[in-house]
């Protein structure tokens, strides 16, 4: 082999080392792009479903892809490859007043849906859904009243309620615009959604499906489970 013999630049030993430390990272951040995200749950604002340290992963190839699906909101303006969430669905989001901060909230309304609450009871369309007592929730030494509320669909899910006359127990009929998706805490008597100041949820700013819970990082008592 010739002294004058040219390597290519890959060939060296500090570019391999180089290439095999960044191709995992870009693999991870590839995956957690496209498919699953992990998150931290920082509220209880989700209980009984999901509670404060709550590690979670969720699903960003179920809807598409859309504005918040990659980092900096560098994702495309509309969503492709997919579709919006469905009623009942713990959806990942961002919202126009506030579009740093990912919430986690239960999609109740879809486009065109009018949505009421009245002494506690969501009512869908000008129907009260269907809910049935399931005992009691104590959680860092305050107990509620649980329910398990069932959507027309079928699907159903526990919800908390922590007094007879919240603030959000009450409200006008919202109607639900195109484009858009009205959401609820499961802990309805302190949760921050669409009954209030947070509004509507632009379709473009849902971008992921909370879809496993891993373990509790504040006290580690919950198993894996799935997200109903």
Known sequence: MSADTVFPWYSRWYSLALIFLIA???????????????????A???????????YTFAQKYVYGYSRYSFPYGL???????????ERGDVVIFRTPMDPRVDY???VVGLPGDRIQMKSGILYLN???????????FTYQ?????????????GRSYTIIES???GRGDNTREFVVPEGHYFVLGDNRDN????????GFIPDDNIYAKAALVLFNSEDGSRQMSWIQ
């Open 163 to 165: 007094m007879d006359d």
């Open 44 to 54: 209880s604002s989700m209980l009984p479903t999901l509670r404060s340290g709550d």
């Open 104 to 106: 986690v909230k239960r």
């Open 126 to 136: 000008g129907t009260a859904v269907e809910r049935e007592p399931a005992g009691d």
């Open 191 to 198: 949760s921050r959604d669409s009954r209030f100041d947070m």
């Open 141 to 153: 030494a305050e107990t509620a009243h649980a329910f398990k509320e069932m959507l027309p669909s």
């Open 75 to 85: 994702g495309p303006d509309h969503r492709i490859f997919g579709h919006g969430p």
């Open 24 to 42: 995992p990272l870009a693999l991870a951040m590839l995956l957690r792009s496209l498919v699953l995200e992990p998150f931290t749950i920082p």
